[in-house]
């Protein structure tokens, strides 16, 4: 569990990274940046470096790999049989997913008696949280099969660069976590070990970042047409308790619906499912969450709520 981490909202429009480093980080010493998520992307970053006005060393993580794939042709096989591999285990949790979140959701717009309908809901709910959990379990095991077997740590050009990255981020005082492709930014940081390997200094993240510091990663955009359910991708690094960030949620969810907020807050409490919009922060001091005023959860019986400090 990380010591002490900011979670931003998207800094495409409103960045406020700066002022975050300044509340964990004051002076000029030098951050890192992980920018993998943004994939081909990931060397752009004078925006971010122009925003600061600190040293910057980017990780380029997802260079790395590239660079370890031209070296390492059978770790890049396996690693895409694995990305075929997650892919389907995906659509198939999807596929019963489909049937308990309409059970769930026509449950709590069922008008009746509450004493009747109230246990059925609970246990409709229950359900859905214990599909969630055995997804998230057949992931793991899917990924701890894909270690046993091609053991990427062990291999050299992997190793040689947790070494380079191990000396750089020796030099800096924050690591700041960019969003993109969640996926890619979460398999990539897990390849280098680079939350271990950054020990307990301070962590501040937005987007994607954000998602991949919590327990679990949970998809979600049921503001398009299709209307499909939210769904959990698999464990993130659990370096944050308690809190599933909704990055764009104002955007990607139907808050209008209180039914849809009700089942999305339900279906993940205790953890509180925190909307990361423009200029929203909250900050983790080890112990607890507080929030910059304008902050908002999604709660229980459907509506929203300024997440307290």
């Not at 909202?9 to 992980?34: I, K, N």
């Not at 059970?103 to 609970?122: F, Y």
């Not at 270690?147 to 000396?167: F, I, T």
């Not at 205790?270 to 423009?278: K, R, Y």
């Amino acid at each position: 569990m990380l010591a002490r981490a900011i979670l931003l909202g998207p800094q495409r429009h409103v960045p406020t990274v700066a002022p975050a480093l300044a509340r964990l980080l004051p002076g000029r010493a030098a951050v890192a940046l992980a920018s993998a998520g943004w994939e081909e992307r990931e060397g752009e970053d004078g925006e971010f470096r122009d925003h600061v006005q600190r040293p910057v060393h980017n990780l380029e993580l997802w260079t790395r790999v590239e660079r370890i794939f031209e070296r390492d042709p059978e770790l890049l096989l396996a690693m895409r049989q694995r990305h075929d591999t997650l892919r389907r285990a995906q659509e198939l949790y999807r596929l019963r997913l489909q049937g308990l979140v309409a059970a769930a959701t026509a449950l709590l717009s069922a008008n009746g008696d509450k004493h009747l309908l109230e246990p059925e809901r609970a246990s409709a709910l229950a359900m859905l949280a214990l599909l969630d959990r055995d997804h998230v379990a057949r992931i793991a095991g899917l990924h701890a099969e894909f270690a046993a077997r091609w053991r990427p740590a062990e291999r050299d050009e992997v190793q040689r660069h947790r070494r380079e990255l191990s000396a750089i981020l020796q030099d800096c005082g924050c690591l700041c976590i960019a969003g993109g492709h969640v996926g890619v930014l979460l398999h990539r940081l897990a390849l280098f070990d680079v939350l271990s390997a950054f020990g307990d200094r301070p962590v501040i993240a937005w987007s994607a970042g954000a998602m991949v510091l919590a327990e679990r990663i949970v998809l979600y955009d049921d503001d398009g047409s299709a209307g499909a359910p939210a769904e959990v991708m698999e464990a993130g690094f659990g370096a944050l308790p308690g809190i599933v960030p909704l990055p764009h949620g104002r955007k990607r969810l139907r808050l209008h619906d209180a039914v849809n907020v009700q089942l999305f807050a339900r279906r993940f409490a205790p953890a509180v499912c925190a909307l990361l919009g423009d200029g929203d922060r909250l900050d983790w001091d080890g112990r607890r969450w507080s929030a910059q005023p304008g902050a908002q959860r999604l709660t229980a019986d459907g509506a929203l709520a300024e997440i307290a400090s």
